[in-house]
Nanobody, 116 residues
Framework: QVQLVESGGGLVQAGGSLRLSCAASGRIGSINRMDWFRQLPGKEREFVAGISWSGGNTAYADSVKGRFTASRDNAKNTVFLQMDSLKPEDTAVYYC?????????WGQGTQVTVSS
């Protein structure tokens, strides 16, 4: 059983920062990559940022480039999302995902609310 536990969400004013964490535990196996997605009620989950596990290569949605930074701690099977210059449109539930060769796992989500 693999568990992903997100933390770090909350309420912040526009222009502020938050740092999300996602810790993976259990029988994980070999991680290919971990990603961050977000979802608004009634809308599809959208990709935000991701990082490959071996090379640390990152990818970002255009809407967050230059403001969000993904990083990882391989030893702790943890991925982070540093979110700076937050905007009200960043408000959503943020989910992390973990890709192995065979499986895709999801966390339970953490709410991020940015007030104007």
């Amino acid at each position: 059983q693999v568990q992903l536990v997100e933390s770090g969400g909350g309420l912040v004013q526009a222009g502020g920062s938050l740092r999300l964490s996602c810790a993976a535990s259990g029988r994980i196996g070999s991680i290919n990559r971990m990603d961050w997605f977000r979802q608004l009620p009634g809308k599809e989950r959208e990709f935000v940022a991701g990082i490959s596990w071996s090379g640390g290569n990152t990818a970002y949605a255009d809407s967050v480039k230059g403001r969000f930074t993904a990083s990882r701690d391989n030893a702790k099977n943890t991925v982070f999302l540093q979110m700076d210059s937050l905007k009200p449109e960043d408000t959503a539930v943020y989910y992390c995902s973990l890709n192995t060769r065979l499986y895709l796992y999801w966390g339970q989500g953490t709410q991020v609310t940015v007030s104007s």
